[in-house]
């Protein structure tokens, strides 16, 4: 059974200190054999949740990272450096980095490239913004950002990326997508993998949704169609909450 995916972006939050204290406060959920937890703290403490999560099944990644290999970048972290602190997975294309640092669609291809040429799990994250959902454009935008995204990857390589579908509109703004549009949007996704790709990778290939994902929204999420795990920001910060999301079970309806 592939398991769901539960990731902590921790965004530009904790020292070291903090977020040693953060990871043993989470220790009842490091092991979990129904989840796949993955923890993407700021590059600073890649070193401290690294020691502490050894002999864990929980792994960890970065929040960004350069498609160069070396060279004159200042201020930039390639993948060999990762690698080194133990990383396995990176979140590539975050809207907070395509808004704030102008990362376009072809710097994000070309990091994803990167990132699976050197065995690393790349979470691409993709949505739409609160103009493009409300003028009907979400299925356009999606469909660009993964086409673009994707550029170039050979279905073996395409297997080893992770969708993220987070509507900017929901993302730390308390308002999450429904279950409904959240699975709406996973299955036009997985819609256009089969036109790019076949069946076959469009099933296997995972996607997740992110935006105010919460211990109260969850249970209700984990029903809908499609979703193969989140990507929580807000509510990762806070350790009763994130071991709650993670134990979570899908809301039963009657
Ligand atoms: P949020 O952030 O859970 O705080 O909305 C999600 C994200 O940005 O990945």
Same mark, same amino acid.
């Given at each position: 059974m592939v398991k769901l995916i539960i990731a902590a972006n921790w965004k530009m939050n904790k020292t070291r200190k903090e977020a040693a204290s953060l990871i043993k406060k989470v220790r009842p959920i490091l092991n979990n054999k129904q989840?796949? #937890?993955?923890?993407? +703290? +700021?590059?600073?403490?890649?070193? #401290?949740?690294?020691? %502490? %999560?050894? *002999?864990?099944? /929980?792994?960890? *990644? /970065?929040? @960004?990272?350069?498609?160069?290999?070396? !060279?004159p970048y200042t201020g930039e972290i390639s #993948? =060999?450096? %990762?690698?080194?602190? *133990?990383?396995?997975?990176? %979140?590539i294309g975050h809207s907070e980095r395509r808004i704030n640092c102008n990362e376009n669609d072809e710097d994000v291809n070309r990091k994803i490239r990167t990132a699976v040429e050197n065995e690393f799990t790349p979470i691409l994250c993709i949505g739409e913004n609160l103009d493009? &959902?409300?003028?009907e454009r979400t299925d356009a935008i999606l469909e660009e950002q993964i086409r673009n995204g994707l550029n170039g990857l050979t279905k073996d390589k395409v297997l080893k990326v992770v969708i993220a579908y987070e509507p900017i509109?929901?993302? !730390?703004? !308390?308002?999450s997508a429904t279950t409904e549009q959240a699975?709406?949007?996973?299955?036009?996704?997985?819609?256009?993998?089969? @036109?790019?790709? =076949?069946r076959d990778v469009a099933q296997k290939m995972r996607i997740l949704y992110g935006g105010s994902v919460t211990s109260e929204n969850i249970s209700s999420l984990l029903r809908g169609k499609g979703i193969d795990g989140f990507l929580? !920001?807000? /509510?990762?910060? $806070?350790? =009763?909450?994130?071991?709650?999301? #993670?134990?979570?079970?899908? $809301?039963?309806? &009657?």
């Open positions: 989840r796949e #937890v993955v923890i993407f +703290p +700021p590059f600073t403490c890649l070193d #401290v949740v690294s020691k %502490l %999560l050894k *002999g864990k099944s /929980a792994k960890f *990644g /970065a929040q @960004n990272m350069h498609y160069e290999t070396k !060279g #993948v =060999d450096m %990762l690698k080194e602190v *133990g990383c396995s997975y990176v %979140l493009e &959902r409300e003028s509109w929901a993302i !730390g703004t !308390g308002r699975s709406h949007a996973h299955s036009e996704i997985r819609k256009l993998l089969t @036109n790019m790709y =076949d929580v !920001g807000g /509510a990762s910060l $806070k350790p =009763d909450e994130f071991i709650k999301i #993670v134990k979570a079970k899908p $809301k039963v309806v &009657r």
